[in-house]
Nanobody, 113 residues
Framework: QVQLVESGGGVAQPGGSLRLSCGTSGMIFSRYGMEWYRQYAGKERDLVARITTLGNTAYADSVRGRCTISRDNGKSTVYLQINSLKPEDTAVYYC???????WGQGTQVTVSS
């Protein structure tokens, strides 16, 4: 059974940083691309960042230059570092196994002074 568990969310001030983690189990992690999405209240989930099995990355325009997605295949974990946080980064962040229906439960990020 595939499980994804996000952590690292919380409340941060504008200009601050957070690192989100998504630990996985029940899958051969290194064989899958991984993605981070975020969802604003009442909206659909939007792709934030993607990392391929080879470590190639892509970012949404709204976070490019402020976010870094990375993976540790030995720990079966994908990370999202968000710097220079803005109030508009406030959302629930989900990790997702690319091309599957596997999602984490989400972690809330709130950016507020």
């Amino acid at each position: 059974q595939v499980q994804l568990v996000e952590s690292g969310g919380g409340v941060a001030q504008p200009g601050g940083s957070l690192r989100l983690s998504c630990g996985t189990s029940g899958m051969i992690f290194s064989r899958y691309g991984m993605e981070w999405y975020r969802q604003y209240a009442g909206k659909e989930r939007d792709l934030v960042a993607r990392i391929t099995t080879l470590g190639n990355t892509a970012y949404a325009d709204s976070v490019r230059g402020r976010c870094t997605i990375s993976r540790d295949n030995g720990k079966s974990t994908v990370y999202l570092q968000i710097n220079s946080l803005k109030p508009e980064d406030t959302a629930v962040y989900y990790c997702h196994v690319r091309d599957t229906d596997y999602w984490g439960q989400g972690t809330q990020v709130t950016v507020s002074s």
